[in-house]
């Protein structure tokens, strides 16, 4: 059993069992490197204020890279009895350097260092979700290019509504993760601030330099009050807000993959490299991928809840049920990178049916909007309009019929307004490019925003 930092004040040893219960280093090891770039910082902000001298903080900080190799290398012993990350690189540096090591924990409490570590790994972490946004964007950008001219129906209602064309439908998608990123960012900002030299709670005697150790770890600013700043976790619960939001998106993404890539649908062919077989049904191709990313939405909301029930009604300041931040924090941050890193190859290799699309389009009677409108264009105001429309579509029921199959007689025997320029409307390429509404589905102006959205992401 390692002697405890605090010994000084017990009179028997800690129970093994109290141990095991307390401990963090099991997983908040993965903070080490963070740990161990806070602690250089603060060893040189301590020798620059004087506070010790700088040999010992060259000793300290050679010490600690010394511990980054052994721990890369896996040959550091993580001790569960030392609790976590923090106590684990203070004892090894004690050990491997002595009195100088003992010096590095001067004028910091493992409260404000922990919320460093945190903000350092989230800066990093926050980093690598926006370029995976980026990459799935990429790919969903270069398949509106490629499937400008296949139409599909978009379905309100789960019902067929109107013609779209599919590159309108993907470029949907695009817009949802730019509001993605543009939540990361905001939250970057809040995660992009220097918490040490808070201490434990109020502060430290000793004159320590917090902008040094800012600018040291290129942080912008540095915090403003000592208790809020071991008491906040505000920037975990944003982080795995923005997370639970992007995996409401992807798993709606991830939806219309499994359901395009039924047989009822058919709208879709999954590449085989990123589906599965089943192990008693010879036939089966399944979509396990995208019903993964669907179903591990769960785990990204739950940490959510779990942070923000951790924190409801938690006194000021620092309280142990805060160790309880991480583990929802790099679940969002590992099922939301397992998710991205998926998605561009699997939709690169999906294949869509454009035929299938286009038929479609056929039954559903999508062009009924635009019957109505041409009548109102006419003259006639919408709700009589609609009502007409209406029972064209109960006519077409009855007799089997689609709308480009009914005669002019067949149209005028609805309304003597209508002339022989019906059959252009009902065409869904021309109901697709009249609809030139800024945002629209129109060809034009899905092609004026995939410029619009390729000079942002300067694509060529
Ligand atoms: N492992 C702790 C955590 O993650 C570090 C801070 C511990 N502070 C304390 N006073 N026990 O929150």
Redesign the pocket.
Known sequence: MNKKPWAGRFKIETDKLMEDFTQ?VSF?KRLYKYDIMGSVAHAKMLARSGIITDAEAKEIVDGLNGILEEIKNGEFIFSVSL????MNIEKRLIEKIGAAGEKLHTGR???D??TLDLRLYLRDETGEILKGIRAVQGVLLELAEKYLDTFMPAYTHMQRAQPVLLSHHLLSYIEMFKRDCARYGCCYKRINIMPLGAG?VAGSTLPLDREYVAKLLDFPEITGNSIDTVSDRDYCIEFTAASSILMMHLSRLAEELVLWSTEEFDFLELSDAFATGSSMMPQKKNPDVPELIRGRAGKVYGGLVSLLTMMKGLPLS?S?D??E??EPVFTAVDTVKQCLYILPPLLKSTVFNRDKMMEATRKGFLEATDVAEYLVQKGLPFRSAHETVGRVVAYCLEQGKIFPELSLEEWRGFSSLIGDDISDVVKTKNIIDKRKTAGGTARDEVKKRIAVLKKEFKVK
Do not use: G, T
């Open positions: 963090s908040d609790e976590d990350i923090h409490s493992r409260n260092q922990v434990a620092y142990r805060m160790q931040d991480k």
